[in-house]
């Protein structure tokens, strides 16, 4: 019973979570905003059952329900940044709720700041604070003083984000113009910041995965194409085309996607075709860059064009595909996973020169790991790093 409660909160929470997005990026009288928060209402009664009321507490960055944690994913993770960064210590939401406040739940969140003076309760929902303390002096110039990363990025460009996959997983139309703030967002960053290493935003969850793999990959192709002379609204488009790379996984089952060890014929097989339902969602979306349908259908061809999708012998790449590819790639093995842990950049750059010229275009691996500072003096040993398990027929994606 509890489990069956646990998973509606979950999805509770994700409603509201994107509520709050979509209230950031149009108001928060969107007809989108109406119905998930109607939605909302209908998943808390299915949470509650016959219980009066259900209390959200942070304790300091889990999400505690019923004296237990809630596992970690990117709405959870989200819904608890909120709730921290507006000082709030708990919500306590009652079974009687009404449709206009849950609407104020979404207003309340979604409000900017820590200012606890427009902080409300009402009978069906009451809101615990906690004491927002101010940076001493040296702690604040510290702060200033500390490089930006991607993991600075407000969280309105993750709530963007959340919000277009969203869409997608629905089958619902999502505007690319949310994605071109995001990449705008993140060549911004990455120009501060000046390494796409330092650029690289952390793993924190798993459920995380597929937003910080598109981020990493979007600043990786950034660094690419700008050190190749490429600026201005095509290095926009390469951004795009990044971040939108790997959206046909979404209809991929979660099951298979993070299932360890290896995958089946069956499995498999669904895992190939998300190039091709991936580019054809795209082409399907009006205001989608050419180069973004293009890179999600070539990024698992291969440089040698052994990989999935089969084309023509003569298929030529696109040179964003190229860089997808080797972006993919470099992350994916640096990111510690369920089924493995994260390798180290010396590993790393030396299976990425062993791809090089099948896999991987040559001259574009080579360039990409000078532009990290990875590529060593010799050639890696012979016999060693045989085994990639990223890339292994029938192995992980």
Same mark, same amino acid.
């Given at each position: ?12 929470? !994700? #409603?509201? $979570? *994107? %509520? +709050? ?7 928060? @009288?969107?007809?989108? /905003?109406? !119905? #998930?928060? $109607? *939605? %909302? +209402? ?7 059952? @016959?219980?009066?009321? /259900? ?343």
């Amino acid at each position: 019973m509890i489990n069956d409660r646990l998973t509606h909160l979950h999805t509770f929470i !994700r #409603l509201i $979570s *994107t %509520a +709050v997005s979509t209230s950031l990026l149009y108001s928060l @009288d969107h007809q989108q /905003v109406t !119905r #998930l928060c $109607s *939605t %909302a +209402v209908e998943q808390l009664k299915a949470t509650l059952g @016959d219980e009066p009321e /259900v209390a959200l507490m942070l304790i300091d960055d889990d999400l505690v329900a019923w004296d237990r944690p809630l596992l970690p994913s990117m709405y959870v993770n989200r819904f608890s940044q909120i709730l921290k960064n507006r000082g709030i210590g708990h919500v306590r939401i009652f079974r009687d709720i009404a449709m206009e406040e849950v609407v104020l739940l979404v207003k309340t969140l979604a409000r900017q700041g820590s200012d606890n003076d427009d902080i409300c309760s009402t009978d069906n929902l009451r809101f615990g604070q906690v004491e927002i303390k101010q940076l001493d002096d040296e702690k604040e110039d510290h702060a200033h003083q500390r490089k930006l990363t991607l993991a600075d990025i407000p969280m309105e460009e993750l709530g963007k984000f959340m919000e277009i996959y969203d869409e997608v997983r629905s089958g619902n139309k999502f505007s690319v113009s949310g994605i071109s703030d995001i990449v705008k967002c993140f060549i911004d960053s990455f120009r501060q910041v000046g390494s796409p290493l330092l650029a690289l935003a952390p793993l924190r969850a798993m459920d995380e995965y597929t937003y910080t793999h598109s981020t990493n990959v979007c600043v990786l192709n950034l660094a690419q194409a700008m050190s190749l002379g490429i600026d201005g609204p095509m290095l926009n488009e390469v951004g795009i085309a990044a971040m939108l790379h790997d959206i046909g996984k979404l209809y991929v089952p979660e099951e298979v996607l993070s299932k360890p060890g290896k995958l089946d014929d069956a499995e498999w097989d669904l895992i190939k075709q998300h190039p091709t339902k991936g580019a054809q969602r795209l082409l399907d979306t009006p205001g989608v860059p050419r180069l973004a349908v293009v890179t999600a259908y070539e990024h698992h061809l291969k440089y040698n064009l052994t990989g999935y999708p089969r084309v023509a012998e003569n298929w030529q790449q696109n040179l964003c595909s190229h860089m997808t590819t080797i972006s993919d790639v470099f992350d994916a093995l640096r990111t510690k996973r369920a089924y493995r842990d994260a390798m180290s950049f010396a590993k790393i750059s030396g299976i990425m020169l062993e791809l090089a010229g099948t896999d991987l275009h040559p001259v574009l691996t080579k360039n990409f790991l000078r532009i990290i500072g990875n590529l060593p003096e010799q050639p890696p040993v012979a016999g060693q790093e045989q085994e990639h398990p990223v890339l292994a027929e029938k192995g992980t994606p």
